[in-house]
C-alpha cells in the first residue's frame, strides 16, 4: 500500500506558540491530502481537504485562521496550528489517497499522527 | 451528510473467540473502508470494500450496499488484535466519515 508520513511524532509547546506539522505521501504523488484531529477515546473527525495548489476547504467549525493548511507540492501538506492553546491538544492525523495505476483509486492511507500537547 | 453507525461499542473476548462487527451506513457510498487503530495511534488498512466479500487471513469482511451494512469477522482472535476498529465511508467526494469504532480486547 500506500505509504504516508508524518512529522514530527509529538510535540510539546507552550500556549501562545506556534506549531507547525508535515505530512508526506513517499512513494506516490497525492493532489489531495486530508487532515484529521482525534480526541482521547473519540473517533476521527475531518478537519480540512488539502489541495495541491489551490486553498484548502474547511469543515463546518473549524477555523481556518488558526489551522493554516498549505499544500505546495504532490507530496507535502502542513498544518499550522496558530498561537496554540491547551483545548487544541490532540491527536492531528493526515491521510492521502494514489489514484493512478491503483483499482481501489479512492482508498486513502493514513500517517502515523502527531500527538500535541500545549501547555 | 452519510451517518455511520458501528456496533458494538465494546467486545470482549477471549483468546480463540470468533466476532462479528457491525457498520451500518445511510446512503450510498463509493468508499468504505475498515481500520484496526494501534496503541499508537497508528491505522492499519485492513480492508477496501465498498461492495463484496474479501478475506486476509484470519479476517474477512462483507459489504451490503444495497442494505447499507458492512460486517468484520474476525476468526480465532489473539491478544495482538486488541484495539480499536474503525469503519468509514466515502460517498460522492473523497472524504471519509468514520464511525465511533468497536473497541476489541482478547484476553489471554
Known amino acids: 500500500g500506500a505509504v504516508v508520513s508524518q512529522h514530527p511524532s509529538w510535540v510539546i509547546c507552550k500556549s501562545g506558540t506556534s506549531v507547525k506539522i508535515e505530512c508526506r505521501s513517499l512513494?506516490?504523488?497525492?493532489?489531495?491530502m486530508f487532515w484529521y484531529r482525534q480526541f482521547p477515546k473519540q473517533s476521527l473527525m475531518l478537519m480540512a481537504t488539502?489541495?495541491?495548489?489551490?486553498?484548502?476547504?474547511?469543515e463546518q467549525g473549524v477555523e481556518k485562521d488558526k489551522f493554516l493548511i498549505n499544500h505546495a507540492s504532490l507530496t507535502l501538506s502542513t498544518l499550522t496550528v496558530t498561537s496554540a492553546h491547551p483545548e487544541d491538544s490532540s491527536f492531528y492525523i493526515c491521510?492521502?489517497?494514489?489514484?493512478?495505476?491503483?483499482?481501489?483509486?479512492?482508498?486513502?492511507?493514513f500517517g502515523p499522527g502527531t500527538r500535541l500537547t500545549v501547555l | 451528510g452519510i451517518q455511520v453507525e458501528q456496533s458494538p461499542p465494546d467486545l470482549i473476548l477471549q483468546e480463540g473467540a470468533n466476532s462479528t462487527l457491525r457498520c451500518n451506513f445511510s446512503?450510498?457510498?463509493?468508499?468504505l473502508q475498515w481500520f484496526h487503530q494501534n496503541p499508537w495511534g497508528q491505522l492499519i488498512n485492513l480492508f477496501y470494500?465498498?461492495?463484496g466479500t474479501k478475506q486476509n487471513g484470519r479476517l474477512s469482511a462483507t459489504t451490503v450496499a444495497t442494505e447499507r451494512y458492512s460486517l468484520l469477522y474476525i476468526s480465532s482472535s489473539q491478544t495482538t488484535d486488541s484495539g480499536v476498529y474503525f469503519c468509514?465511508?466515502?460517498?460522492?467526494?473523497?472524504?471519509?466519515?468514520f464511525g465511533k469504532g468497536t473497541k476489541l480486547t482478547v484476553n489471554p
Open positions: 446512503d450510498s457510498v463509493n468508499n
Open positions: 468509514a465511508v466515502g460517498g460522492g467526494s473523497e472524504k471519509l466519515v
Open positions: 470494500i465498498p461492495s
Open positions: 512513494d506516490f504523488q497525492a493532489t489531495t
Open positions: 491521510s492521502a489517497s494514489d489514484p493512478s495505476g491503483r483499482a481501489n483509486y479512492n482508498e486513502q492511507f
Open positions: 488539502s489541495n495541491e495548489g489551490s486553498k484548502a476547504t474547511y
